[in-house]
């Protein structure tokens, strides 16, 4: 289990352009409130503040386990400590092999075993017919590889499956 905080999870349709990315990282305590204009063709975006709900795309999700909120980078956070939010059968967040983008703000606390975990995942959507790391994977998942943060891309019918490690990216 993901051992930390995670914060403003956002999901794109889309690339998001540099000078987005940037805007997004400016924005930091403010988070997109009415002084930073949130990019265009955004499906999701739970913020976590005392709930789990999407506020764009309707996708609410469920707090399970110990999961809670504290306070985060922007208002408050998901604590995953032991937990986790699941959100079943999400509307419009299948992509295909099409252009997405998934920010969100992630703090990993020193020593915490999320560092030196094999696989935590993030932000997962995928069907798993051939497990986590399956060829038969469809979808995208965000994860902790190794303590590296990591993205995986899979579609079978197009005999494409990877992952790309992000850290230094």
Known sequence: ??????????IFGRALSPQEVQGISDARLMGKCGCVKAPSDMGSWWPADGNANDIVGGNH????????????????AFNLTGGHVEVLAPVGLDFGTDDLSIDAWILIPTGSPSLTATYLPIVDKRDLPGGAFGAQSTGYT????????????GDPTLDFYNYIDLLGA
């Open 61 to 76: 999700g469920t707090l399970v386990g110990s999961a809670a909120f504290a306070p985060g980078m922007v208002g408050d």
């Open 142 to 153: 965000l994860f902790l590889y190794n303590g590296n943060l990591a993205f995986q891309l």
């Open 1 to 10: 289990t993901f051992v930390g905080l995670i914060d403003e999870v956002e």
